[in-house]
């Protein structure tokens, strides 16, 4: 990959209070329009690294370069102009389940709007029929009326998608988006969250425990073990045990590491 990569880790490593080393040395690029997933156990470093392509947390060393931007230096308007340039989906979906699935989605917008806004009506029309688009290119548009609550967990999450992408992101970031849906509905949002990267361009990264899931729409799979990059290989080509040796080998013993 010789162009510039839209996000990029210079051996970056998190430490947190307490001794923590989530991110250990981490280098890693994500070229424009790739979708890469990553893998690894429970407290691996995933969201972590994640939360530093926003700047939700910042590395303890290293740097973390997003759509050309040094992310460690952003502050305030800086930081929120970047973080409007990238969409966040989340494991538990963070709807309001109280109201309406489109006043959900023009929640989407509210980075944009000055004030707090309370009801549909409060939200400029343009948002409103934004948020109806984005809606049915999800496949939710009659469901746009009720509310949050009613509907089911991959429903729910199409609705987090639709919202994520009312900002027009350039990045989707997706930390375990479909760890609480059942297979059908996993693979539902995972071929959404394909389709839509692929159509508009966009550049995913997107943390997952499901190996299948990875090979099926990941291009690319880096493993974390400990906070280290164990793994970082292209998906075509890579067998199911090449994948899951990720969680039963150490970092040296696996293939396409490091130097
Ligand atoms: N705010 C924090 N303060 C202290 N330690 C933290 C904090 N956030 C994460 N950690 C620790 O950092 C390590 C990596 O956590 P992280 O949540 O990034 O892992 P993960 O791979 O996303 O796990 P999971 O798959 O369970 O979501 C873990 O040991 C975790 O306990």
Redesign the pocket.
Known sequence: MSEEPVVGFDRVSKA???G?R?LDEVSLRVGAGELLVLL??????????L?HVDGL?RATSGTVTVLGRDVGRLRGSELRSLRRRVGFVFQQFHLVGSLTVLENVCTGALGTLRGPRLGLFTYPRRVRHAAMERLERVGLADQAMQRADTLSGGQQQRVAVARALLQRPEILLA??PVASLDPDSAAQVMNLIAEIGREDGLTVVC?L?QVDLALSWGHRIVG?RS?RVVLDTPVHGLSREEAMSIYSKVGSELSGVGP
Request: aromatic share 4%.
């Open positions: 947190f209070d307490g923590v989530a690894g156990l429970s407290g691996s470093g995933k969201s972590t690294l939360r947390q930390d375990e943390s425990h974390l906070g």
